[in-house]
C-alpha cells in the first residue's frame, strides 16, 4: 500500500492507528489514502422530489430590469415624487420644449394617476420635440427584431398631433426602428405600435426609446412600455434567455414572492398580490425593499405561469403580519383580514372556476389551477423582536388547515432570530422550517457537517436561503465550491433536508444593478451567463436520483482556515477543515449511480471508492467536471463560459477501484449498477 516508504518507516506502520498514522504520513511527505465507502447494498434514504429549486425575490434588479422583460424604466412616472427620472427632452433642430409630472389628469378607471407633460409649443416642422427614455442602462436592440410599444396619451388643447416613436442612438444620430400615430386625440386613448429593426443591426444597448412631433401642442404620456419577443410570445412576458437559464437547472419548486420582497420594508409596502392582477395600467406599483420602486408587472400569475413554464411548482409565502422594518400586527382580531388575504391567495392559485378568486384567475387567462404543495407563513419572523410569531402563525396554521388540509406549512421560525437565540414554536408544529445561511468559502465547506447530527425529531428543513458569498457580481470558483460542499452534506441528509433553494438568484451586472454581491446569474439588456456556483447547482439537481446511500470516509487530508470575524467579536483560532466532500445517490429508475466529490484544494487528489454490496459494476460510464486553475477565476458577460462543466466518458469502475480528482473541481461520476 506504500511502496515509496523506507523499510524502516514501514516496519512501524502497525502499532499506528488513525489520526496518529495520518499525522505521522504527512510529516513524512504523504498523507493516508482516502477511502470512500458507499453502501449500495441498501435501498437508500429517499430524496424529496422537490429537493432542489430556486428563491426569488425583487433585489438586484431581478424582475424591473431583469427577467421581466419590460424595457421602458418608470413607465408610469411614479419612481420619483419630483422629477422625471429616466426621462430626458429631445429638441432637435431648434425645437423648444419643457417637461414636468402632472398629477391633475389621471386615466378614468385605472391606476395612473402620474402622467409626463410635454409642452411641445416650439415644436415645428423639421424641428421635432419629444421625450426620451434612457431604459435600464439603455434600450438592449438587436438585429431582425420586432418590439411592441404601447402608451397611453392625450393632447390637452384637443386636436390631431401627430407622433412618433423610435428605438435611436442614445444621441439620435441613427434611427433603428420607428412607427407614426397619425393623431393624438383629446382624450385619453391607448395606442400600440410595432418597431422593427434591420437585420443586419449591430447588438447595442447604447440606445434610447423616443416619442416625438413636429406639430405645436401639449402632449400628456402615461403607461409607456417597450418589450421585446417574450417566452412564448406572452404579453406582459419574460426574457426567455433567463427563462432557459433557470429550466436547464430543473428545479422542482420556486419560492415566491420571495424574501423581503414579501414582507416590504412596511405592511403598506408588502406585496399586495390583489393589486398586481389583472392588466398593467390597473397595477399601481409599491416601493420595494432594495431603495427602487417595483412596476408590479411581475404580478402573481405571471410568478405562476414563469414556475410552470419551467417544469417547478410554485412554493407560496403569504404575508404574515411582519414587516422588514419591524412594524407587527398582532395575532387576533387585527391579523385576521391578512389571513383572508392569504385564503383568497390561495383560492386563486388552486380554486375552481367556481369560487371567486379561481373565476378571478380564469377571467385572467388560466382557468386551470397551479400545482401547490407548500406555503410558508412569512418570511425571517425570527426577527421580530416583539417574538409574536408563535400566534400568528397559529393563526394561520388553523385558518390554512381547516380550509386546505393537504397543504404542508412551513414557519420560517425555529432557526435563529436577531439576537442569536433559537426561537421555538410552541402551539403547532409545521411541516417544515425555514433555515437561511450565507457563507464566505472555507464557512460554506465546514457547513456540509451542519446536519450530520441534527435532532432527527424536528420537523424537515426547507433550506430556503443559502449561498456562498464569494466574488462579485457573481460567484467564483471558490464559491462553487463552498457551494457544492454544503451540498454533499445536504443529500447526505436527505431524510431531514426536504427542500433547498439558493439566493439571491439574479443580479443586473450594470454599474448600481447590484444591491448583494455573489449572485448566481448573471446579465445585461443584451446577452445573460450562469457563475460558477450555478453550474455547479446545474450538475447537482441534473444527476440527483431518487435515494440518498449511506457514505463514510476515511483518511481525508485536512485544511487549516480562520473563521472571519464579525463587528465586536475577538479573533477567532484557526480550524481544520476536510479538503475533500462526498455524497453518493442512486436513481431507482436508470440503473444509475452518482458519486460527487469535492476537492477544495491546488493539489489533484487521488481516492479509493469501495462500492460495499455491489453486484456487478459496469466497467464504463462517465464524469462531469467543472474544475478551474485558481479559487478566484470566474465567469462574467465578457467571459460567459471561462469555467463550465466538461462531461466525458469514464472507465475503470468496479467494486473497488480509484479515481484522481481535479485541482479546485466539482466532480460528478456517473456508474451503470445492477440493481440492489
Known sequence: MFPSLPAARASRLPVLKGIALAAFLLACG????????????????????????????????????????????????????????????????????????DRDSPIPGTALT???KLDATGAASGRRVGVANDGYWGIPVKP?????????????????????????????????????????????????????????????????????TEKPGTLLFNQVSLFPPTLNDR??????????????????????????????????????????????????????????????????????????????EPLLAVFAGYALKGETIAAGPALQPYVDEALDEIE??????????????????????????????????????QKTYDGRFTQFYDAIKAKYPQLKLISTV?????????????????????????????????AAHRYDKYDRSRPKILIGEWATREGAPTTNMLGALGDAA????????????????????????????????????????????????YYAQKMFSEYLGTASLPLSAEGVPMQSWTPAERKNEAPKPPRDIPSLYFSATRDAQKGELYIKVVNTVATPQEVRIELDGAKQVLPTGGKVVLAAAAPDETNSIADPKHIVPVESPASGFAPSFSQTFAPYSVTVLKIALNPY
Do not use: C
Not at 424595457?71 to 414636468?100: C, K, Y
Open 30 to 101: 504523504a498523507h493516508a489514502e482516502t477511502v470512500v465507502r458507499i453502501n449500495t447494498a441498501v435501498a437508500g434514504t429517499p430524496i424529496s422530489p422537490h429537493f432542489y429549486g430556486l428563491m426569488t425575490e425583487e433585489i438586484n434588479y431581478s424582475y424591473d430590469g431583469g427577467l421581466y422583460a419590460e424595457l421602458i424604466r418608470n413607465r408610469a412616472f411614479r419612481d420619483d415624487e419630483n422629477q422625471p427620472v429616466h426621462w430626458s427632452l429631445v429638441q432637435a433642430s431648434g425645437g423648444a420644449a419643457t417637461m414636468m409630472l
Open 114 to 116: 402620474t402622467a409626463l
Open 144 to 212: 431582425g427584431t420586432t418590439y411592441r410599444a404601447s402608451f397611453y396619451a392625450r393632447a390637452v388643447a384637443g386636436g390631431a398631433v401627430p407622433v412618433r416613436a423610435s428605438i435611436e442612438s442614445s444621441d439620435g444620430a441613427t434611427v433603428y426602428a420607428s412607427a407614426s400615430i397619425a393623431g393624438i386625440s383629446g382624450q385619453w386613448t391607448k395606442y400600440s405600435v410595432q418597431l422593427t429593426t434591420p437585420a443586419n443591426l449591430a447588438p447595442t444597448t447604447d440606445a434610447r426609446f423616443v416619442l416625438s
Open 235 to 312: 404579453p406582459n412576458g419574460l426574457r426567455p434567455d433567463l427563462m432557459k437559464m433557470m429550466a436547464d437547472m430543473r428545479p422542482k419548486f420556486v419560492r415566491l414572492p420571495g424574501g423581503n420582497y414579501l414582507e416590504g420594508d412596511t405592511v403598506n409596502t408588502r406585496f399586495q398580490w390583489k393589486q398586481t392582477l389583472g392588466p398593467i395600467e390597473q397595477r399601481p406599483g409599491h416601493m420595494g425593499t432594495w431603495r427602487y420602486r417595483s412596476s408590479d408587472g411581475m404580478g402573481l400569475l405571471e410568478f405562476l405561469t414563469w414556475t410552470e413554464d419551467i417544469g417547478a
Open 348 to 385: 386563486y392559485v388552486i380554486g375552481g372556476v367556481d369560487t371567486k378568486w379561481g373565476a378571478q384567475r380564469a377571467k385572467d387567462g388560466h382557468p386551470a389551477p397551479f400545482k401547490l404543495n407548500y406555503i410558508e407563513i412569512g418570511n425571517e419572523d425570527g426577527f421580530d423582536k
Open 414 to 446: 425555529n432557526g435563529l432570530d436577531s439576537l442569536g437565540q433559537r426561537q421555538h414554536l410552541s402551539s403547532r408544529v409545521p411541516d417544515l422550517i425555514d433555515e437561511h445561511y450565507y457563507f464566505d468559502g472555507r464557512a460554506g465547506m465546514e
Open 486 to 533: 454544503f451540498m454533499t452534506g445536504m443529500e447526505r441528509n436527505a431524510d431531514i433536508i426536504s427542500m433547498a433553494s439558493y439566493a439571491p438568484l439574479f443580479v443586473n451586472v450594470n454599474k448600481g444593478g447590484m444591491q448583494w454581491r455573489s449572485d448566481l446569474i448573471g446579465y445585461d439588456g443584451l446577452t445573460s451567463y450562469g457563475s460558477p456556483s
